[in-house]
């Protein structure tokens, strides 16, 4: 009995020590869509930073479904969501301990429209064949003007 105490109380204190990391632990959760047509996101990057100085805290990436899990301590945090082509999202974020979902979350299209583009080229003035070396007259200087 007395080599049994020794586990026995090591067991206990151990599971009381991960009881006690985890207080003051948050579950930040949710899902992030397109808001056009209401599909998922996948790999949309979501960056947990303090609201004082921008600094990075927690991050994540979502799954194919669009949803995401970043854990943190509580507190108060700046949320980014951004992914490529679309807008960034900033949310303030109260993450008191235990589950906080903070449900959908969408994200606009960054449209931009640009000038048109207008693309102009002349032929070359000759091309090399196996057995000759054609010329192109019309885009020779002297074709252009005449006396």
Not at 88 to 112: I, K, P, R
Not at 119 to 127: E, Q, V
């Amino acid at each position: 009995m007395k080599t049994l105490y020794p586990y026995i109380l090591f067991v206990t204190i151990s599971f009381n020590l991960s009881g006690a990391i985890a207080i003051g632990q948050a579950i930040i959760t949710g899902t992030v869509i397109d808001a056009n047509n209401s599909d998922p996101l996948e790999f949309t990057q979501v960056a947990l930073l303090k609201p004082s100085d921008s600094s990075l805290v927690a991050g994540a990436v979502s799954n194919t479904d669009g949803s995401f899990e970043i854990t943190a301590s509580s507190g108060s945090y700046l949320m980014t969501v951004n992914f490529i082509g679309y807008e960034v999202l900033w949310v303030e974020v109260e993450a008191a301990s235990g589950q906080v979902d903070l449900g959908t979350l969408s994200l606009n299209q960054a449209a931009e429209e640009l000038d048109e583009v207008e693309i102009t080229a002349a032929a070359r003035l000759f091309r090399s064949e196996v057995d000759r070396r054609v010329y192109s007259v019309e885009n020779m200087p002297l074709a252009e003007g005449g006396f």
